[in-house]
C-alpha cells in the first residue's frame, strides 16, 4: 500500500508570493490534517479535513487555507507569503473515524525569501 | 501558550536500559493521548496512543502511563536499542470527532551502545 505522498518535497519563494502545497493520503483514508514544523515551535496544527469539509482549524491567519477534493487528495495554500513561513509543511491521513492513526507524508520543506 | 509540554530537550540512556521520557499538559479538554517517533528527513510515525478512560497501554517494548490528575503521561521504553535514537514527540487531541492534535516541542533521544 502506497504511504502519504507530499508534493513538491522543496520549495523555494520570496515574500508576498503565495504557493499551494498538495497531499495524497494513503488509499482509503479520508482525512487529512496538515502541521508546520518549525526548530522553535515543533509541529503546529493548521487544519483537518475530512469529506471534503474543513472538520477542525488550528490558530493560524486567514493567509492560510486548505481543502480537499472528493478522492480526499488536500491542498494547502499560503497566500502573501512572509518570512516566518517558512518550515516544513506536513500532511497526515487517516482512515477517519473517530481519533485513528495518522499516518505522516515526508513534508514539503518550504524557504520563503 | 503551550498546551502540551516536552520539558527535556534531549535524553541519553544506555543500551538495554529503560528509557522514559515524560510529558505534561494543560488542557483538561484533551482525551486522547498519542506518541510519535521521528528520523531526520522523515515525517513522524505513530508509536502508542492511550485514551482518557485508561492509565496505561503497553505494546511490546513501549508502555504509556498516564496520570490525569496530574495531567502528565510518560512514554516508557524497555530495553532501549540504538535504532530508538530518534525524536519522540508527545501529542494530545480532544475528541471533536477528529483530529486537532497538538503536538509538544520533542525529546531527542540517544541510546548509546
Redesign the interface.
Known amino acids: 500500500k502506497a504511504g502519504v505522498t507530499q508534493t513538491p518535497r522543496y520549495l523555494i519563494k520570496t515574500r508576498g508570493q503565495q504557493v499551494t502545497l498538495s497531499c495524497s493520503p494513503i488509499s482509503g483514508h479520508r482525512s487529512v490534517s496538515w502541521y508546520q514544523q518549525t526548530p522553535g515551535q515543533g509541529l503546529q496544527f493548521l487544519f483537518e479535513y475530512f469529506s471534503e469539509t474543513q472538520r477542525n482549524k488550528g490558530n493560524f491567519p486567514g493567509r492560510f487555507s486548505g481543502r480537499q477534493f472528493s478522492n480526499s487528495r488536500s491542498e494547502m495554500n499560503v497566500s502573501t507569503l512572509e518570512l516566518g513561513d517558512s518550515a516544513l509543511y506536513l500532511c497526515a491521513s487517516s482512515i477517519g473515524q473517530g481519533l485513528d492513526e495518522q499516518f505522516f507524508g515526508p513534508g514539503t520543506r518550504l524557504t520563503v525569501l | 501558550d503551550q498546551q502540551v509540554k516536552q520539558n527535556s530537550p534531549s535524553l541519553s540512556v544506555q543500551e538495554g536500559r529503560i528509557s522514559i521520557l515524560n510529558c505534561d499538559y494543560t488542557n483538561s479538554m484533551f482525551d ?1 493521548f498519542l506518541w ?1 517517533k521521528k528520523y531526520p ?6 508509536l502508542i ?1 492511550i485514551s482518557s478512560i485508561k492509565d496505561k497501554n503497553e505494546d511490546g517494548r513501549f508502555t504509556v502511563f498516564l496520570n490525569k490528575s496530574a495531567k502528565h503521561l510518560s512514554l516508557h521504553i524497555v530495553p532501549s536499542q540504538p535504532g530508538d535514537s530518534a525524536v519522540y ?1 508527545c ?1 494530545a ?1 480532544p ?12 525529546t531527542r533521544l540517544f541510546v548509546k551502545a
Open positions: 486522547y510519535y528527513a522523515e515525517g513522524p510515525t505513530f496512543s514527540f501529542a487531541s475528541n471533536t470527532g477528529g483530529f486537532k492534535t497538538i503536538f509538544g516541542a520533542g
